[in-house]
């Protein structure tokens, strides 16, 4: 169809070449409950924007492969790592707490630069102005494609519907009882979703900046009564009126631009950043290659994947892709291995009917899969970042 065609476009126009995503938008607290893991685990994740698959390391696992067909997303993986080798805490906190530092120029080319590949140190070279703090975009939060359309939403904040000392309100209420009760009173629901912002909210290229290919916007379109404008918004109230801010770093870096030191992801935190000084991030690869690309050529096995969304538009674009890439993770799934998804649809019903090789015949995915429903259910209703229509939590019976 000619809308899918130009939906497809407007998303290569936006994602090709550039960093999409400046932190990552799943939970990792979630995750690790999830994955239980182990000394002898190793993990495979995709890279996104690195932020949990740092966090994974404070497990101790064996190893954890990050891997992203996006090189731009392995750079700024490969910039944290450098960082929190080469530099003191307060200067990384600098950079991927606050999202800028007045000494980056220095950092980067007397500490930094030299730790990275040389496609991470073309990519930096080129974008270090990210960090500087110079610029309307002062923030690296809001940089990137994500970022930018999070810099539109802080200026649509600040200066059209001018609620930011609600919001910062919102963000310092003590408890979800004082969050809910300035989110009704000051009827931030009607100040938020105004017409304009509705209007836009259902425009292929809005939802491109967000990372929302076509194929998932279809699904919640499909299933959700409203559509994918009012999935956004029932799900952003549920997070201001129902899900404690108090350490929802997700939704305060979006809206502030910063994190703070009580309110970040785990691998900002002092206590933590020394334990993966100390050596955890020598058990970190990153990888510029597809899920199967690298299964392929792992010469191991892999006992946790968390593969993040991404199949709910190969599922749609590219079906062959998915069949080979469930083969590849049979392939190379260790004894008792655990997989993570989520997904913008309330029910995936295309994995199980996958159809794979195993022990030499035909097989659907469904039925090698063991379930953890109830325990998928308790966590996702815990999410604090609230974004995702359903999270899957199965084991391989092989």
Request: one cysteine or more; glycine letters at 6%.
């Amino acid at each position: 169809m000619i809308s899918e065609r130009i939906s497809s476009k407007s998303f290569q126009f936006v994602h090709q070449g550039n960093l999409v995503y400046n932190t990552c938008w799943e939970d990792p607290r979630l995750d690790r409950r999830a994955l239980n893991l182990g000394p002898e685990d190793e993990v495979l994740v995709i890279t996104s924007a690195g932020c949990n698959a740092l966090d994974y390391l404070l497990d101790e696992p064996r190893q954890v492969h990050a891997v992203d067909v996006n090189p731009k997303q392995n750079a700024l993986l490969e910039l944290k790592l450098s960082a929190i080798r080469n530099l003191d805490y307060e200067a990384f906190f600098d950079l991927f707490g606050r999202g800028y530092s007045k000494d980056w120029r220095k950092l980067y080319s007397q500490n930094l630069r030299a730790d990275l590949s040389v496609t991470a140190q073309k990519y930096w070279d080129r974008h270090g102005k990210f960090f500087s703090g110079q610029g309307k975009r002062a923030s690296f939060y809001f940089r990137g494609s994500s970022g930018l359309f999070a810099w539109f939403v802080n200026c649509y904040i600040d200066r059209i519907a001018k609620i930011r000392d609600d919001i910062n309100s919102l963000l310092a209420a003590r408890d979800v009882t004082e969050q809910s009760s300035i989110y009704q009173s000051r009827n931030l629901n009607e100040l938020l979703w105004t017409r304009m912002i509705k209007w836009w909210m259902r425009r292929d290229l809005t939802l491109s900046m967000l990372g929302v290919p076509r194929p998932q916007r279809t699904q919640i379109d499909q299933c959700y009564a409203g559509g994918i404008v009012q999935f956004v918004i029932d799900r952003i109230e549920t997070v201001f009126t129902s899900r404690s801010l108090q350490d929802n770093y997700f939704w305060r870096v979006y809206l502030t631009g910063s994190y703070d030191h009580d309110c970040c992801p785990e691998y900002l935190k002092a206590n933590n950043f020394e334990r993966l000084k100390a050596g955890l991030v020598d058990r970190l690869s990153i990888n510029t290659n597809t899920v199967e690309g690298f299964l392929r050529q792992h010469p191991g096995t892999i006992s946790r994947y968390i593969l993040l969304d991404h199949m709910d538009w190969m599922a749609g674009a590219q079906p062959q892709l998915l069949q080979s890439e469930w083969q590849a993770i049979l392939d190379k799934a260790a004894p008792e291995s655990r997989i993570l998804w989520r997904s913008a649809g309330m029910q995936v019903d295309f994995v199980d009917p996958i159809q794979v090789q195993h022990d030499g015949r035909n097989r659907e995915v469904g039925e090698l899969l063991q379930y953890q429903n109830q325990l998928a259910t308790e966590l996702h209703e815990q999410d604090r970042v609230n974004t995702y229509g359903s999270f899957y939590i199965a084991d391989l019976l092989v």
